[in-house]
């Protein structure tokens, strides 16, 4: 158990629907990293949170976006969703902003129909 | 542009030999290195950290090396046993540092 959480562990959703995914870090940890795998793309980097600002942009599409609350859990926000959006979501935690050492969530796995 | 490269074939071992795995990246110059594990529908597990001055890193039955002129990193666990059959991720950090660049990854077979 790596101490990170996520809610919920599986979401079934429609296309054109709108989707938020919660991670708490671990205890002490001020970075919030959010994933997206899924079986053609492998694990792509989203974004990143430290203490409540974001410090780092992956690929993440116009139609997602995510923030991190001062009790520095985080959500992850899914709109106008597509079948392609369909993969496990992960967030992980560090506790510094350098991106290494992270400690991830056992995921959400969004199926869109 | 940036690529991280690992084999994608599965590796096949019998247990209690040394698995091999091997990372090649491009067009990168980082300052550390990371390796994941990660078994079916969970989340990768943080196994070792190397830095660009460090040759060799060990824990436990496993060992990493770093490669900064050959843009290599090999992972190696001795002694293998059926509970490490998992994928293997290596992991780069771009741009700024901050963002965390996951290779493929390799499976690993261990068989008794």
């Known amino acids: 158990d790596s101490g990170v959480t996520q809610t919920p562990k599986h979401l079934i959703t429609a296309t054109g629907q709108r989707v938020t995914l919660r991670c708490s870090p671990r205890?002490?940890?001020?970075?919030v990293y959010w994933y997206q795998q899924s079986l053609d793309q492998g694990l792509q980097f989203l974004i990143q949170?430290?203490?409540?600002?974001?410090?780092a942009k992956g690929n993440i599409l116009e139609r997602f976006s995510a923030q991190q609350f001062p009790d520095l859990h985080s959500e992850l926000n899914l709109s106008s969703l597509e079948l392609g959006d369909s993969a496990l979501y992960f967030c992980?935690?560090?506790?510094?902003?350098?991106?290494?050492?992270?400690?991830f969530g056992p995921g959400t796995r969004l199926t869109v129909t | 542009s940036q690529k991280i490269e690992q084999n994608s074939e599965a590796l096949n071992i019998q247990e209690g030999k040394t698995a091999t795995l091997t990372c090649n990246y491009t067009?990168?110059?980082?300052?550390?290195l990371q390796w994941y594990r990660q078994d079916p529908g969970r989340g990768p597990v943080f196994l070792l950290l190397?830095?660009?001055?460090?040759k060799e890193k060990r824990k436990e039955r496993l060992k990493v090396t770093f490669d900064t002129t050959l843009k290599q990193s090999l992972f190696h666990i001795t002694a293998s046993q059926p509970a490490d059959s998992a994928t293997y991720l290596c992991?780069?950090?771009?741009?700024?540092?901050?963002?965390?660049?996951f290779g493929a990854g390799t499976r690993l077979a261990v068989h008794p």
């Open positions: 992980a935690s560090s506790v510094g902003q350098g991106g290494y050492e992270q400690y």
């Open positions: 205890s002490g940890d001020l970075s």
């Open positions: 949170y430290y203490n409540g600002e974001e410090r």
């Open positions: 067009n990168y110059s980082p300052a550390y």
């Open positions: 190397i830095r660009e001055n460090e």
């Open positions: 992991a780069l950090l771009s741009g700024g540092y901050n963002k965390l660049i």
